[in-house]
C-alpha cells in the first residue's frame, strides 16, 4: 500500500513523478515537472514532490519494485541516447 490511497489526478500525477524520478535517477537527467491530462481541456502538473511524500513511497513497496525494475531492464534507450542503470 503506498501514501497516495485516493486515486486522483493529483495523486497519480505524483506518483507517476516519482516513478521516473527513480527511474532515470542519474546525473545528466533532472526530472523538472510532469503534465497528466485527464481530457482534451483538463489537466494536472506536478513539479515535484515534498519531503514528506518522497519519505512517505520510499518507505512503501513501490521503491523496491522501481529498484527491481531498473535491475532487470538495465539499458534504457531513446533516440540514439543509452542510460545504463546500475
Known amino acids: 500500500k503506498n501514501g497516495f490511497c485516493n486515486p486522483s489526478a493529483e495523486n497519480i500525477a505524483k506518483e507517476i513523478f516519482y516513478a521516473v524520478s527513480i527511474l532515470m535517477n542519474d546525473d545528466n537527467l533532472n526530472l523538472v515537472e510532469i503534465t ?12 515535484g514532490l515534498t519531503h514528506e511524500e518522497y519519505a512517505q513511497l520510499n518507505q512503501s513497496s513501490l521503491l523496491n519494485t522501481l529498484i527491481e ?6 539499458v534504457i534507450e531513446y533516440d540514439e541516447r543509452k542510460l545504463e542503470f546500475v
Open 36 to 47: 497528466l491530462h485527464e481530457t482534451s481541456d483538463c489537466n494536472v502538473l506536478c513539479q
Open 69 to 74: 525494475y531498473k535491475k532487470q531492464k538495465g
